[in-house]
């Protein structure tokens, strides 16, 4: 059974910057393919970036790029987003996913594994 753990959201201004956790328990998390979403109330959830299993392919989407950086430590078995300059639109709940395979994608249906969500609030 895989676990995944998210951490590090809070409330924090705009212009500011707060960087998630992703801890995952299991088998071979070396393996996965690692991406992160949100969803904001009343919103489909949205693709926020993904990265390989060895980190060295990264992959954003359009209202992040440029803003936030995805990265994973295996040693750790754990996955972290970056997340500068931070927007009162990025508010939403954050969440990590796990997919089993080498291929990239951006569709959450293309995930095996989720973790519960962290709350990330932006103010103007």
């Known amino acids: 059974q895989v676990q995944l753990v998210e951490s590090g959201g809070g409330l924090v201004q705009a212009g500011g910057s707060l960087r998630l956790s992703c801890a995952v328990s299991g088998r071979t998390f070396s393996s996965y393919s690692m991406g992160w979403f949100r969803q904001a109330p009343g919103k489909e959830r949205e693709f926020v970036a993904v990265v390989t299993w060895s980190g060295s392919t990264t992959f954003y989407g359009d209202p992040v790029k440029g803003r936030f950086t995805i990265s994973r430590d295996n040693a750790k078995a754990t996955v972290y987003l970056q997340m500068n300059s931070l927007k009162p639109e990025d508010s939403a709940v954050y969440y990590c996913?796990?997919?089993?395979?080498?291929?990239?994608?951006?569709?959450?249906?293309?995930?095996?594994?989720w973790g519960q969500g962290t709350q990330v609030t932006v103010s103007s």
């Open positions: 996913a796990a997919r089993r395979t080498v291929l990239l994608t951006t569709s959450p249906g293309g995930y095996n594994y």
